[in-house]
């Protein structure tokens, strides 16, 4: 028992050691110096409640994106490469899933965040969820319809 014990102190240790580290937003930024980003998570879509699914812009933590919310925030105008990633226990978990894009300065970019549930796969007593991420550019008026 005390054997068990300490192997999952150590693991949880190391995990915590992996995890990766991510700066907050610049305050600063506002329509005048900078660009608006919008991610979105329909309400339609698959909810994993477990999973907290993080908005990043080239590294910075934007926050967190809930079924049927959204994240916004002010980013340098730039090339940015913008990341969706699942965490589970504050750990980055699973795939995570990127949009590349060039900014304009006072201009507001959309993007949509969507989980694609294909079915459950099993295997003997293993269950695997098949299904995928995905983050795509939408208009304002699709935004605005579903928000």
């Not at 589970?88 to 894009?101: K, N, P, R, T, Y």
Request: hydrophobic share 40%.
């Amino acid at each position: 028992m005390k054997n068990t014990v300490l192997i999952l102190l150590l693991l949880i240790t190391i995990v915590g050691c992996q995890k990766q580290s991510y700066i907050k937003p610049d305050l600063s930024l506002n329509e005048s110096n900078a660009s608006r980003l919008i991610v979105y998570r329909p309400k339609s879509d698959w909810v994993g409640i477990a999973i907290d699914y993080r908005v990043y812009a080239d590294k910075v933590d934007l926050g967190s994106l809930s079924a049927g919310e959204y994240v916004e925030a002010f980013i340098p105008s730039e090339t940015s490469t913008i990341m969706v990633q699942g965490h589970f226990l504050g750990f980055a978990d699973g795939e995570a899933v990127e949009h590349q894009l060039v900014l304009q300065k006072g201009k507001t970019y959309y993007l949509r965040f969507t989980q694609k549930f294909d079915g459950v796969i099993t295997i003997g007593n293993t269950a695997t969820i098949k299904g995928g991420l995905s983050l795509s550019v939408v208009e304002k008026q699709y935004f605005e319809t579903l928000k």
